[in-house]
């Protein structure tokens, strides 16, 4: 018996249809979860889901063609055709300075530039520093938190294959493992979380029984009080310390006070969602199971409106960490990716493109079928699933394998390509095409803009994009 | 083509750190003092080597600028090991607390520790269970150092616990701030304690292991650590936890920095159980061991399970506190003929094990965690044995290179016939020439560590070879044997263990290394070697030049 913990239908609100409250009613009941739920405008509804694959693709098979057939590694996605943006010819060519950094090739030295540098649109500075620049998740996320009150700004999940200790050429392997960055401060990421008993905590903290609405339990109010003296000792051991060690406890303090917010924060609203049993303690060894109970704990953070944003990286890029048993490999899937354009190993490598096209696949799928309050789920979540590198034997960072998902209320055009770059009508020249590529940072600050941020730049952005279909 | 090493580029990189010829220093003493200090040049998988054989002869050294140690954060077996010392209760991490972060395998460097609301929230929450079940146990000698229902007592638990929480004398202003949460607390005294306690170890005074410095900002500067800083030091490298009351009273006597009582109390607490805690930091930090916990996968290892794991770590710190306790001369790391296995590895050793094992080469624990899939792997083992045993620099393949085997030669070629084969071409050999040779020393183990003398398909086990060096081997016992022959043996044994003790990365310029290049492998006892590190002046001081 495989320890699954998949949500069925019953434990997802049912929405107006299935409603036993008439709207009317509900709307004098709870104006607040009412205004949470419609809201003034789509892009007050508007939630974003940045979902990683690690190791790219084989070629450019990511992407249909107009008047072609289907691509075979694009087979668990078709029934959602309708919902799928293709944006195709981005690039993530990173400003890196590190040694391995190739101008013509668009990468640093590999996948070590890979979640982080996708996420934030920004270069890994020296060897040894943990220092990035803000990715769009918490962009977005932060924006959003504070318009709506939500308890998280973004909800960060990885599997949990920790790539510690793999460290290459000096480059910390924070980077492999960390997508989302809270700004451009030292060591300020969120770090994942990557068991699906924390996720459910963090959605449902607070969310007791016996709670009474409106008011902190006793076991809140006993954390405040003593994060109240955790936070009184700041300023005494600060003045003994160096520059640098006050930089690691404003990272402490930072996150106590992060904490602080959680703990003080009141559950999510009880008419939006419903708390189910918690999940079994699933790990990633099991990596279907726990892909799959991942991606509902996702849906139920979305429709809890916990969260405006998810980053969730759903395997790490690299090598060594994940074997591919979960497509009944016993190669690890970085090894794979290297196919070396033996059709062999390229064919195990669409294997798994399949694999995590259906992990897309499955999270559209239930989207579509929650309503909220008259609209499926999936018209007002965005979600870009995309890989750190195009081709995963050439690790090069140019036409991205980048697919925007739902979202048409939140301003996307969906069912189609837009090329914004040099397409598959390019010359075919990396060293040529990619002058005419536009910056993945361009997508990012579109949907920022679509959020309803006032940023103007982000990462290495030069502009922002139509997000429709051009083809 | 096959195989693709690399772009000329890369190529040039690649051919200078494998064959030694030039050496990139990473943190030697061509970089300035900087904040991050040791903290270029992380690597599980090669840094801080000396690249090839140079350095191995190293007699002289430049003290290392980098001597600035930042604030090291408690592990997580350090918060383990010391709220159960603390508070007198056992202690088990949740399962959901985060696990530690690594730069160079090693868990200790300030620069390795990253910090989030994961981290707070557990340790809150570790904190409240951990303090609730403590003060509810009556008399709790740990805690109750007089009747808390008295006026006066709580202020005096709180001094007393503050000493050894903090690892120092609190501050008036420390013990009226807890004083202040007991006293807006509701509840039983015992209760209110509990909160109190729980502010405490959630404290940054707790959590993070401060040294004084009177010019913090000045890494060049010297300074020789106070006695309770000493002690501090000590008991976190040979204990993995917090100073018992024997070293707290002899710190606050003032007598740890006599040279003579520093050195008995080394000795006194490597007989101490406690001593575990350095022999697990040992296997899992420098041996690379705690990697195993996401290594063999049942798929590929249908007779693996958590029990035999549990006894692969088992058999592995138990060696390793052997070596240190008997101080055991170096060399026996990888040439000792006895072993610590239990029944459950014994079956996978089969029949005459004794003789087949050498020291840690022939422990599962390395086997399993040097293999890959289903099969043992020459490269994952050949690089273990240099990174780890004799510190070389190996860089790691460039992004454009094929890694996979696959495709090479027909599909019943053995391993080694194929990585025969990909070193002909020159690219790969340049690294692979120095990599491979002691994997294929250790072919005649089996993924999980069975000794085995042909494979699956019929063929034999082909077990000798020649290190890049000049020195060739029949097979383990001989491969084992010629490590401990090589000059950069003993050095790195202290280089790979100084990280442990004083939370930065050691590197080839550092004077650790230099101290033990003339020593004997043969000779040089374990704890000998230990007593050493602690009494040098990168484990005696704080910023400068070491």
Same mark, same amino acid.
């Given at each position: 018996m495989s320890p699954r913990w998949l949500l069925d239908r019953r434990s997802f609100l049912i929405g107006a249809a299935g409603s036993v409250i008439a709207l009317p009613l509900l709307e004098a009941m709870f104006p607040t979860e009412k205004a949470l739920a419609q809201g003034p405008s789509a892009a007050d509804k508007a939630r974003f889901v940045f979902l990683f694959f690690p190791n790219g693709s084989v070629g450019s098979e990511m992407s249909p063609r107009p008047n072609t057939p289907w691509p075979s590694i694009l087979s668990p996605l078709e029934e959602h055709r309708a919902e799928l943006l293709f944006v195709e010819g981005l690039h993530n060519r990173q400003n890196s300075s590190w040694k391995w950094y190739d101008p013509k090739l668009g990468t640093g030295s590999g996948h070590e530039v890979g979640a982080c540098c996708y996420a934030t649109c920004a270069r890994i500075p020296e060897p040894g520093q943990t220092r990035l620049s803000i990715s769009i998740d918490q962009l977005i996320g932060q924006e959003l938190r504070t318009k709506r009150g939500t308890r998280l700004a973004s909800l960060v999940i990885a599997d949990g294959k920790n790539a510690s200790g793999i460290a290459q050429g000096g480059v910390n392997a924070a980077f492999h493992s960390l997508m989302s960055w809270k700004s451009d401060k030292l060591n300020d990421y969120e770090a994942p979380l990557t068991r699906p008993q924390l996720v459910f905590e963090q959605i449902f903290a607070g969310f007791e029984p016996t709670s009474v609405p409106g008011q902190l339990s006793a076991l809140q109010l006993r954390k405040?009080?003593?994060?109240?003296?955790?936070?009184?000792?700041? /300023?005494?051991?600060?003045?003994? &310390?160096? +520059?640098? *060690?006050?930089?690691?406890?404003?990272?402490y303090f930072s996150n106590v006070r992060e904490v602080e917010t959680k703990v003080g924060a009141l559950p999510p609203p009880t008419l939006l969602c419903t708390k189910p049993a918690a999940p079994a303690d699933v790990t990633?060894?099991?990596?279907?199971?726990?892909?799959?109970?991942?991606?509902?704990?996702?849906?139920?953070?979305?429709?809890?409106?916990?969260?405006?944003?998810?980053?969730?990286?759903?395997?790490?890029?690299?090598?060594?960490?994940?074997?591919?048993?979960?497509?009944g490999l016993s190669e690890d899937q970085h090894g794979i990716s290297h196919h070396g354009n033996n059709p062999v190993q390229q064919d195990k490598l669409r294997q798994i493109n399949t694999w995590f096209n259906g992990q897309l /696949?499955?999270?559209?799928?239930? &989207?579509? +079928?929650? *309503?909220?309050?008259?609209?499926?789920?999936?018209?007002?979540?965005?979600?870009?699933?995309g890989s750190e590198v195009a081709d995963g034997d050439k690790h090069n960072g140019f036409d991205l394998p980048i697919v925007v998902a739902g979202g048409q209320n939140a301003g996307i055009t969906s069912g189609g390509i837009a090329d914004v770059g040099f397409g598959k009508a390019g010359s075919g020249s990396i060293e040529t095409d990619h002058e005419r590529a536009a910056p993945l940072a361009n997508l990012f600050l579109s949907l920022a803009q679509l959020a309803g941020s006032p940023a103007t730049s982000f990462g290495n952005s030069t502009g922002t994009l139509e997000l429709k279909p051009n083809v | 083509m096959a195989t693709r090493c690399s772009s000329l580029v890369l190529w040039a990189a690649l051919a200078v750190a494998c064959t030694g010829k030039l050496v990139e220093p990473t943190g030697g003493s061509g970089s300035g003092p900087a904040a991050g200090a040791g903290a270029n040049g992380g690597s599980g998988s090669g840094s801080g080597g000396d690249g090839g054989s140079a350095g191995n002869s190293v007699t002289s050294c430049t003290p290392s600028p980098n001597g600035h140690v930042g604030l090291q954060r408690l592990t997580s077996s350090q918060i383990k090991n010391t709220l159960a010392e603390l508070l007198g209760v056992p202690v088990t991490l949740p399962a959901a607390f985060p696990r530690d972060d690594r730069l160079g395998n090693y868990v200790t460097l300030p620069e390795a520790q990253l910090m989030s609301s994961v981290f707070?929230?557990?340790?809150?929450?570790?904190?409240?269970?951990?303090?609730?079940?403590?003060?509810?146990?009556?008399?709790?000698?740990?805690i109750y150092v007089c009747d808390v229902a008295l006026a006066d007592c709580p202020s005096r638990i709180l001094e007393q616990f503050l000493l050894r929480a903090f690892r120092?004398?609190?501050?008036?202003?420390?013990?009226?701030?807890?004083?202040?949460?007991?006293?807006?607390?509701?509840?039983?005294?015992?209760?209110?304690?509990?909160?109190?306690?729980?502010?405490?170890?959630?404290?940054?005074?707790?959590?993070?292991?401060?040294?004084?410095?009177?010019?913090?900002?000045?890494?060049?500067?010297?300074?020789?650590?106070?006695?309770?800083?000493?002690?501090?030091?000590?008991?976190?490298?040979?204990?993995?936890?917090?100073?018992?009351?024997?070293?707290?009273?002899?710190?606050?006597?003032?007598?740890?920095?006599?040279?003579?009582?520093?050195?008995?109390?080394?000795?006194?607490?490597?007989?101490?159980?406690?001593?575990?805690?350095?022999?697990?930091s040992i296997a899992d930090q420098w041996l690379g061991i705690g990697a195993l916990w996401n290594v063999p996968d049942k798929t590929d290892f249908p007779e693996f399970d958590d029990g035999l794991r549990d006894a692969m770590y088992a058999e592995t710190e138990r060696f390793v506190l052997h070596l240190l306790r008997e101080n055991r001369p170096l060399a026996e790391l990888v040439t000792a003929p006895s072993t610590f296995a239990g029944a459950e590895l014994a079956a996978v050793y089969g029949t005459g094990a004794a003789s087949d094992r050498q020291g840690i080469l022939g422990h599962a624990s390395v086997l399993s965690l040097t293999s890959a899939g289903n099969d043992s792997s020459i490269v994952r083992r050949g690089l273990w044995v240099n990174q780890r045993l004799l510190c070389k620099e190996i860089p790691d393949p460039p992004p454009n290179v094929n890694t996979s085997l696959t495709g090479v030669l027909s599909k019943t070629a053995t391993q080694k016939e194929k990585l025969d084969e990909h070193r002909k071409n020159p690219d790969c050999a340049v690294c692979h020439n120095m990599i491979d040779p002691p994997g294929i020393g250790l072919e005649s183990y089996g993924a999980l560590g069975q000794f085995r003398s042909s494979y699956p398909a019929g063929q034999p086990v082909v077990t000798s070879a020649k290190l890049v060096s000049g020195e060739s081997f029949a097979d383990a016992a001989e491969l084992a044997q010629v490590i401990i022959a090589q000059p950069g043996y003993a050095p790195c044994v202290a280089q790979r263990i100084a990280p442990i003790a004083v939370g930065r990365l050691t590197d080839a310029a550092d004077c650790i290394k230099a101290q033990f290049a003339g020593d004997s492998p043969a000779e040089l006892g374990f704890r000998d070697l230990l007593l050493r590190v602690v009494s040098s002046p990168m484990f005696l001081n704080q910023g400068g030049a070491q």
């Open positions: 405040k009080s003593i994060l109240d003296a955790v936070k009184e000792q700041e /300023a005494a051991m600060k003045s003994r &310390l160096g +520059t640098a *060690d006050r930089a690691r406890l404003d990272q990633s060894k099991n990596f279907p199971d726990f892909t799959r109970t991942m991606l509902d704990l996702v849906v139920l953070a979305l429709q809890c409106q916990v969260t405006p944003c998810v980053s969730y990286q759903l395997s790490r890029g690299n090598g060594g960490v994940q074997n591919a048993t979960y497509v /696949a499955y999270l559209i799928g239930k &989207l579509k +079928t929650i *309503d909220e309050l008259g609209a499926p789920l999936s018209k007002n979540v965005v979600t870009v699933f | 707070v929230e557990q340790q809150l929450d570790l904190a409240l269970e951990v303090v609730d079940r403590a003060v509810m146990i009556p008399n709790n000698p740990a120092r004398p609190p501050l008036a202003a420390e013990i009226a701030s807890y004083r202040a949460v007991y006293d807006r607390s509701a509840g039983s005294p015992q209760q209110r304690l509990a909160d109190a306690l729980a502010a405490i170890v959630t404290s940054p005074q707790f959590l993070y292991r401060e040294i004084g410095h009177p010019a913090p900002d000045d890494a060049s500067q010297s300074y020789a650590l106070g006695d309770y800083e000493l002690a501090t030091r000590l008991s976190y490298f040979l204990w993995d936890s917090m100073p018992d009351r024997e070293l707290f009273e002899a710190a606050g006597r003032g007598e740890l920095k006599d040279p003579a009582i520093f050195q008995a109390q080394a000795e006194r607490m490597l007989a101490d159980s406690r001593a575990s805690g350095l022999a697990k």
